[in-house]
Each structure stands twice: as structure tokens, then as C-alpha cells.
């Protein structure tokens, strides 16, 4: 069982460039998340879907966008890379709402220069 | 704003010690608090508590929710080096999203 998988595992960027991070659950979640985590930082809330079609922004939404056009895949698209979005992405998902906690993927370590 | 508040920052301790790691919240809408703990890749889950009280214990990990003082604290006793991690403390206050703290660094030394 392969849980929440994350790819690419780190990524350097140079300003402006343009890259899709992507997240895959096996586990027929229907709430899945995509956080950021920066250094000496809680993780901060980006993106979420409550199910295929359906996605809302979160805490800091500028600079990404998402799709969910499966129930297994939810995508997270930066464009117009800036060195303000350095940080550890995180994919997490979860059965319910969210009362029973997530799971989350390995995460992605992108840089921007 | 809600906000979760950890507490030390950070934390060094000899194999052996026993630590104690705070949680306090501030959420218009409390249903759950989970702890987790995080090495070098994702946070794994440790405990979710939802009532006042009432003790969770997985070895020598032990948590407790304060409802009406609006903290929790994590204790791990006889800590071993492989306790050595960051512990977040994430508040669910509906809205479908958790609140996360900034964590506490614990450093257990042999």
C-alpha cells in the first residue's frame, strides 16, 4: 500500500520557471491538502479538495494553483517561480473531514535562484 | 486569528531524561488535537485527542487535552535518541484544515 506519493522529491528552479509538483493517493480519499512547510515554520495550508472537481484555496494561496480532475491525483502547478516559494511541500490526505488526521506524503524540497 | 503556540522552541536532553512538550490553542471552533512527530521526511501521527482529561499512551509517549485551559502537553519518558525529532501540534477547527504549530526541536543525546 503506497499511501501519498509525492514526486519529484527536490526540485532547484531559477526565477519565472514554470513546474507541476504531483501527488497520488491509493487510499480512495476524498480530502486531500497541499501544505508548505518553511524552516522554523508550522505548515501553512495552500491548497485543498473535499473531492474530484472540487478544490478551495487555503492560508497562502498566491503563486499556485490546483486541479482534481480524479480522486487519486491532486496536482499542485506553481507558475512564475519566485525565491519566496523555497520551502517543503507537503501533500497529505484523509478519510474524512479531517478529524482523524492526515497522511501525508514524503515531500518535495524545491529551491528557487 | 486562530493560533497554536508550541512550547520550548527547542530541546536537548541526555538518553534517559523525561520531557514534557507544550501545546497551547486558540481556535473559534475546537474539535480535535492531533500530535505529530516529524523526522526527515513527513509528520507521522502520533495521538488525537478530542476530550478533556483523558490520557493517550503508545509506550513511553503519553499526551493529555486541557479543553478548559486550552493546551495539551506531550511527555515522553526515558527518552532514546531515536525521540530526536520535531513534534508538531495541529488543532482541527473545522473548514476542513488543521492549524499547525511551528514545532519542538527535540534533540535527545547519548
Known amino acids: 500500500n503506497a499511501g501519498v506519493t509525492q514526486t519529484p522529491k527536490f526540485r532547484i528552479l531559477k526565477i519565472g520557471q514554470s513546474m507541476t509538483l504531483q501527488c497520488t493517493q491509493d487510499?480512495?480519499?476524498?480530502?486531500m491538502y497541499w501544505y508548505r512547510q518553511d524552516p522554523g515554520m508550522g505548515l501553512k495550508l495552500i491548497y485543498y479538495s473535499v473531492g474530484a472537481g472540487i478544490t478551495d484555496k487555503g492560508e497562502v494561496p498566491n503563486g499556485y494553483n490546483v486541479s482534481r480532475s480524479t480522486t487519486e491525483d491532486f496536482p499542485l502547478r506553481l507558475e512564475l517561480a519566485a525565491p519566496s516559494q523555497t520551502s517543503v511541500y507537503f501533500c497529505?490526505?484523509?478519510?474524512?473531514?479531517?478529524?482523524?488526521?492526515?497522511?501525508f506524503g514524503s515531500g518535495t524540497r524545491l529551491t528557487v535562484v | 486569528e486562530d493560533k497554536v503556540v508550541q512550547s520550548p522552541l527547542s530541546l536537548v536532553v541526555h538518553e534517559g531524561d523525561t520531557v514534557t512538550l507544550n501545546c497551547s490553542y486558540e481556535?473559534?471552533?475546537?474539535?480535535?488535537l492531533l500530535w505529530y512527530k516529524q523526522e526527515k521526511k513527513a509528520p507521522t501521527f502520533l495521538f488525537m485527542l478530542?476530550?478533556?482529561?483523558i490520557e493517550k499512551k503508545s509506550g513511553r509517549l503519553s499526551s493529555i487535552l486541557d479543553k478548559k485551559e486550552l493546551f495539551s502537553i506531550l511527555n515522553i519518558t526515558a527518552t532514546q535518541t531515536g525521540d530526536s525529532a520535531v513534534y508538531l501540534c495541529a488543532v482541527y477547527s473545522g473548514t476542513y484544515k488543521y492549524i499547525f504549530g511551528t514545532g519542538t526541536r527535540l534533540k535527545v543525546l547519548a
Open positions: 497529505a490526505s484523509s478519510y474524512l473531514s479531517g478529524d482523524y488526521g492526515y497522511t
Open positions: 478530542t476530550s478533556s482529561g
Open positions: 481556535v473559534t471552533n475546537f474539535r480535535s
Open positions: 487510499m480512495n480519499h476524498n480530502y
